[in-house]
């Protein structure tokens, strides 16, 4: 057996960069131990912990055993660590490490699927006596899905086989094939002794046989994130903060930059909306001022001239490639659920800093994560199994292929509070919207700029633009209702207006008034009207016949979705349409008002 020496190129990088490595393999097979001795051995551990671990066991008269470390150095970083598995860290000449331990399966899975982990590559630790079990190969399938293609493979314990070349060579066969059959091509395989130090830092006599890197060689011959510097800029937005000083109206937009690089001067696109500025600045915590950002970093973006953005879209450079943007995806997912995965119920899909509400249109295929059978077709998944679906997302979402990014190539799905699987999107399909979504992006793109900000706008009128959608079984209450909510916000002051649909149907419309199948049309142009009059500041309330959710998927396409609320009148709590309040018919047109008029506006 011949062992690749390097197939990674050994430019010398700079001393801040941070690559975050994830260790896995099944249960006891030595993971801990690998990075036990990797902190042991390259002094990377804080003064005295050694002994005092040791002297520690001594005292309890168990044995020593160098996952006891992990265990310290968690007690002790416990405060500000947010993700469940030990995170610890340590430096070589060439750079800085990450190194994530996980502690069993359950916890790995879940820190893979939610990207807590951000590992750029993983050591796959095996016991060589064991051998391959079922999560070497979980994991190894979950790796290739999640897109960590750098995996350095340690067949530990080797001195329980007599540290056989024969038998290493066996497992690096055996193993090879499986990952050649989820396309991962190891970086290396490495026999170890995890336990005595053998081939982690230092060489082993007993494994002469082996010419290829050490554990931490293969470490430093990995490629980081500074690659990410190469594609193109993609940043979910976090959040939006406004300037608090008076006559300032200026926001930033924060997030932490997923890919690529950003100057200022640099035109940038926010998807799916479209809404398009210059970037006047780069702010960072605490820190000076800079024109530019890389990967990795995060900062808060200055815009020259304010939109409308919100926490989930993606920032990107519009000289760049555009992620996709789609309602309805092909998926691969990793189900974690206590509950299966069915077809009936709703979940909650949130990539990058975006949440939508989805369901699972159609299971196209399972897979076994371990020995990769296939079954086409089903109607549920089961915990631990993977599988390709169709989603259906409630919003539409911007992503990428996690070939290119990350963050924004990997999903996670939500059960209730718990994070019940996660995947990626392999595609995105055509969705009856997308016409009008591609027009409202296009519009938005070219959008003629006021002097006035949306802001003082705001402040002006006292109030934050809505459109209220008033729907439901019951004849003429609708109207009723919205009518007594347009006079009442009147006398209040507000910047209000009842927007019958004949309005608009006798006029916008009028030339498409009488002709057939222009539903789509009517429900279109009612929504670019609605869109004026919300740039406008104003509260917008309009009433249509049980609206579907089909029709409330065209306007929220066209509108900005964060500013629709949904009113449905009657007795059925379960329409064809989500919606933000419900009216039962015993309530009085009064009371209805004022229902709406508390928990909407
Ligand atoms: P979990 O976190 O429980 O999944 O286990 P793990 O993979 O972190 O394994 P851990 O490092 O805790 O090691 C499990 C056992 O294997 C311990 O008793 C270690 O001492 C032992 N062990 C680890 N490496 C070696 C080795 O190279 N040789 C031998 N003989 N034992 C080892
Ligand atoms: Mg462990």
């Known amino acids: ?103 069993g399966h359950i916890e790995f899975l879940k820190n893979m699927v939610t990207g807590a982990a951000r590992a750029e590559a993983a050591l796959l630790v095996i016991d060589a006596k064991e051998g391959i079990r079922e999560n070497s190969k979980r994991h190894g399938y979950l790796l290739s899905m999640l897109g960590i293609r750098q995996v350095v493979v340690v067949m530990n314990k080797m001195d329980l086989v007599d540290y056989s070349e024969k038998v290493f060579d066996q497992l690096v066969d055996e193993f090879q094939k499986f990952l050649l059959k989820v396309d991962i091509e190891p970086v290396v395989f490495i026999p170890a002794d995890a336990r005595q130090g053998g081939m982690i830092v230092e060489r082993l006599a007993q494994m002469e046989w082996y010419q290829g890197p050490t554990v931490l060689e293969a470490l430093d011959r990995l490629e980081s994130g500074i690659s990410n510097k190469q594609l193109p800029f993609r940043m979910p937005v976090q959040d939006v903060y406004k300037f608090t000083n008076f006559g300032d109206d200026r926001r930033i937009i924060a997030g932490t930059v997923a890919s690529g690089q950003i100057s200022v ?55 760049e490639s ?104 392999l595609e995105g399909f055509e969705d009856q919207f997308e016409q009008f979504r591609d027009e409202a992006f296009y519009r938005n793109y070219k959008w003629i700029k006021s002097d006035i900000a949306q802001e003082q706008r705001k402040e002006r009128y006292g109030q934050q633009p809505r459109l209220i959608l008033i729907t439901g079984e019951a004849g003429e209450r609708r109207k009723d209702i919205a009518r007594a909510l347009e006079k009442k916000l009147f006398e209040q002051g507000r910047l209000v207006y009842f927007l019958g649909i004949g309005n608009v149907i006798h006029g916008v419309d009028a030339d498409i008034q009488d002709q057939e199948g222009m539903g789509q049309e009517h429900l279109r142009r009612l929504a670019e009207v609605a869109n004026l009059m919300l740039d406008a500041g104003m509260i917008l309330i309009v009433t249509g016949i049980e609206f579907s959710q089909n029709d409330l998927n065209v306007i929220q396409a066209i509108v900005d979705s964060d500013l629709i609320k949904v009113v449905w009148i009657g007795n059925n709590s379960k329409p064809d349409i989500s919606y933000d309040l419900r009216i039962p018919l015993e309530m009085s047109d009064l009371q209805g008002m004022e229902e709406i008029r508390e928990k909407l506006i």
Request: hydrophobic share 40%; with cysteine; glycine share 8%.
């Open 1 to 103: 057996m011949t062992v690749s020496n390097s197939t990674t190129p050994t430019t010398q990088l700079s001393q801040t960069e941070l690559l975050p490595i994830v260790v896995v393999g099944h249960v006891d097979h030595g993971k801990s131990t690998v990075i036990g001795r990797l902190l042991t051995d390259t002094d990377s551990l804080p003064q005295g912990k050694l002994e005092q671990v040791k002297a520690n066991c001594q005292k309890n008269s168990k044995p020593f055993e160098y996952a006891f470390l992990i265990d310290a150095l968690k007690d002790e970083q416990a405060q500000g660590i947010t993700i469940d598995s030990a995170r610890v860290f340590f430096k070589t000449q060439k750079r800085k490490y990450i190194i994530i331990d996980a502690p």
């Open 265 to 319: 001067g640099d035109e940038i696109v926010f998807y799916p909306s479209g809404k398009k500025s210059i970037v006047a600045g780069i702010e960072r915590f605490s820190a000076p001022q800079k024109t530019q950002a890389s990967s990795g970093e995060a900062v808060g973006l200055t815009l020259a001239d304010q939109v409308y953005v919100r926490r989930g879209d993606v920032a990107v450079l519009s000289h």
């Open 322 to 425: 555009a992620p996709k943007v789609s309602s309805r995806v092909k998926a691969n997912i990793f189900w974690l659920g206590k509950d299966d995965l069915c077809k009936s119920k709703r979940y909650v899909l949130k990539i990058g800093t975006a949440k939508t509400v989805c369901w699972v249109e159609e299971i196209l295929k399972m897979i076994d994560a371990v020995d990769l059978t296939e079954h086409f077709g089903g109607e549920r998944v089961l915990r631990h199994q993977a599988a390709e679906v169709v989603l259906c997302l409630e919003r539409a979402v911007a992503f990428d292929r996690i070939d290119l990014t990350k963050e924004t190539g990997r999903f996670v799905l939500v059960d209730g509070y718990h994070i019940a699987g996660g995947g990626i999107i």
